[in-house]
T-cell receptor, first 115, second 112 residues
Framework: AQSVTQLGSHVSVSEGALVLLRCNYS??????LFWYVQYPNQGLQLLLK??????LVKGINGFEAEFKKSETSFHLTKPSAHMSDAAEYFC?????????????FGTGTRLKVLA | SQTIHQWPATLVQPVGSPLSLECTVE??????LYWYRQAAGRGLQLLFY??????ISSEVPQNLSASRPQDRQFILSSKKLLLSDSGFYLC???????????FGPGTRLLVL
């Protein structure tokens, strides 16, 4: 069975500071991993994804994530936080093997950016 | 380009009333379709998914049902709403053989 754990339901950073949002996964097969962002009362927008190619994945809005198999982690980072980054972030895992591409989501991390 | 629509955007319903939420996808054929519920302070829970017309898989036993009457239409229903059905309902799709899910704008349901 697959699972995703996001450490820290709330994270606060100062504007211009490093953003680090943590995600650990469990999967019995090579996983597909995703980060999504959700702004209030909106759907989810894909930030980036790992699908067994390069382990360092670059996404939109300056975000990137590194797949570390030995640590079963897929942490999301951004060198310098911007006020517009304030949102909720979700990590998800999909096995894809059955062709259904069902996701298991983490419980989310709400990012607050302080001026 | 592909787009996904959900309606209504917001719905307030009394306990015991029926429910019908609609999701449609444009610009693609034969997508996989998904319904999620997002309760306050919790992550997204997969409710149903569909790999084709009339093919529905339920992930969690509950008061809800889903149907796919057309290739790009996915409907979430209930005969009698419960207070616990309140939440934010999201529809998503993937292209055939594709791993990335794309989400609609969501429907906020409040059951009173």
């Amino acid at each position: 069975a697959q699972s995703v754990t996001q450490l820290g339901s709330h994270v606060s950073v100062s504007e211009g500071a490093l953003v680090l949002l943590r995600c650990n996964y469990s999967s019995s097969v090579p996983p597909y991993l995703f980060w999504y962002v959700q702004y209030p009362n909106q759907g989810l927008q894909l930030l980036l994804k790992y699908t067994s190619a390069a382990t360092l994945v670059k996404g939109i809005n300056g975000f990137e994530a590194e797949f570390k198999k030995s640590e079963t982690s897929f942490h999301l980072t951004k060198p310098s936080a911007h006020m517009s980054d304030a949102a909720e972030y979700f990590c998800a895992v999909s096995d894809g093997g059955s062709g259904t591409y069902k996701y298991i989501f983490g419980t989310g991390t709400r990012l607050k950016v302080l001026a | 380009s592909q787009t996904i629509h959900q309606w209504p955007a917001t719905l307030v319903q009394p306990v015991g009333s029926p429910l019908s939420l609609e999701c449609t996808v444009e610009g693609t054929s034969n997508p996989n379709l998904y319904w999620y519920r997002q309760a306050a302070g919790r992550g997204l829970q997969l409710l149903f998914y569909s790999v084709g017309i009339g093919q529905i898989s339920s992930e969690v036993p509950q008061n809800l049902s889903a149907s796919r009457p057309q290739d790009r239409q996915f409907i979430l229903s209930s005969k009698k709403l419960l207070l616990s059905d309140s939440g934010f309902y999201l529809c998503a799709w993937t292209g055939r053989g594709q791993e990335t899910q794309y989400f609609g704008p969501g429907t906020r349901l409040l059951v009173l």
